[in-house]
């Protein structure tokens, strides 16, 4: 069976880990700190605090941006849970609008016509890896009408004095918009290194921040930083430093508990050091995928290059041009059946119990749907090889031709 998605482990994230855990110190410390400089010189942003999820960090921005109760946050329906679900954490409203017509990504015009006073904050979603539309999002927050609208309850909100746009970027890091880096495009950007992602720590994530000189960058990091331990003044390592009086500590405010560990810093330090290696070869396996498939007339093909944006080349979304929902799982059934295992990204929210329960309805985002029900997500990792490639795309080919004829 060729898995979908199998992290890329060798002997050299197996020795780094075993340096971390021989080396006295094995939770939040020097390697995490080091993981996010590279992170923010990689990227091109002003800071990084890393966490134990991207879903952690987007909370944790939320939760410092003041949003509550009555406000709203406008995200695409097509997503993965966790866009929505920190918004509810919050209890705020997520207010879904459907995706464009020419990728998988949110609708500019949709962002518009959903913004009200209530709205604090806009989470664009690079689906696949691929960048949002950000110049048309960045300005229209910025647009005099729009900002007038806002209505600031918080000193950070003050401040930033709009709608704060933050990318779930949990798909892209490497991509570029523009010719700059995905991290360093919006106020702020939310990675995930979950173990499907395309840089893993197992499980973890990292805020990168770019806001406006008017905000204290480093005064977020620190409070970002507090809230994630609990809203201890210090943290571990800053106690076993110093002399006798160093143990002694305030709690500030009742805080979370989603630091990132060294252990995990450890494979990120790897993964990073190796990222654009990594990158190469998930383009060749697009390129791979593209020319395997672009000869047949029910593929619609991805979009992951053009002029002003790069992929990070994280899924491969093929789609089955006329395929139902149904045909789709029959299909994907075929290829499973040939030893290669793939998936679909993503249900769209709507469709899940949670958000129907709280009365949001399929048929209010129609392109979502449409892009959901023929949509198949190929294997792409580095460890692929061309041999096994060739079986994936022979495997998809021929459960097409059996399924639609
Ligand atoms: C994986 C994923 C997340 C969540 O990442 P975690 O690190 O697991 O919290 C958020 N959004 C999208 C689009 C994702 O695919």
Request: glycine share 6%; with cysteine; net charge negative.
């Amino acid at each position: 069976m060729i898995p979908f998605s199998p992290p890329r482990m060798d002997q050299v994230t197996v020795d780094e880990v075993s340096k971390v855990l021989l080396s006295g110190w094995i939770t939040t410390g020097p390697r995490t700190k080091l993981f996010e400089e590279k992170i923010s010189e990689y990227v091109g942003c002003r800071k990084t605090i890393c966490l134990n999820s991207a879903t952690a960090g987007m909370e944790l921005v939320l939760r410092w941006f003041g949003v509550k109760a009555g406000d709203e946050v406008i995200i695409p329906a097509y997503t993965y849970c966790a866009t929505a679900n920190v918004v509810l954490h919050c209890g705020a409203i997520p207010v879904m609008v459907d995706v464009d017509e020419k990728d998988f990504n949110i609708s500019v015009a949709a962002i518009r016509s959903k913004i009200t006073s209530k709205t604090k904050a806009i989470i664009p979603v690079d689906i696949s890896g691929l960048p949002c539309d950000y110049d048309a999002i960045n300005s229209l927050v910025r647009e005099s009408s729009i900002q007038a609208l806002f209505t600031p309850a918080t000193d950070e909100q003050k401040t930033l004095g709009r709608i704060m746009v933050m990318a779930d970027a949990a798909h892209s890091v490497g991509s570029s918009y523009k010719g700059k880096k995905q991290g360093s495009v919006t106020d702020v950007a939310v990675f995930s290194f979950h173990a499907v992602k395309n840089l893993t720590t197992a499980e973890g994530g990292a805020v990168c921040m770019n806001f406006p000189d008017r905000l204290d960058t480093d005064e977020i990091y620190k409070k970002l930083n507090t809230k994630s331990l609990h809203g201890q003044s210090k943290d571990a390592l800053a106690k076993t430093q110093g002399n006798g009086s160093a143990w002694r500590y305030d709690v500030v405010e009742p805080g979370y508990k989603c630091n990132m560990m060294d252990i995990q810093a450890a494979i990120g330090l790897v993964e990073l050091d190796r990222y654009d290696d990594n990158l190469n070869r998930r383009k060749d396996i697009f390129a791979h995928y593209t020319n395997a498939f672009s000869s047949h007339n029910w593929a619609i093909l991805p979009t992951y290059l053009n002029d002003e944006k790069e992929s990070s080349y994280h899924l491969y979304m093929i789609r089955i041009k006329g395929a139902t929902e149904d045909q789709r799982d029959q299909i994907i059934q075929e290829i499973f059946a040939q030893e290669v295992a793939v998936n679909v990204h993503f249900q769209p929210l709507p469709l899940l119990t949670a958000y129907k329960n709280l009365g949001y309805k399929m048929e209010d985002y129609p392109e979502a749907f449409n892009k959901y029900a023929n949509e198949i997500s190929l294997p792409v990792y580095y460890d692929l090889n061309d041999e096994q490639l060739e079986q994936v795309s022979t495997a998809v080919i021929n459960a097409v031709h059996k399924i639609l004829g």
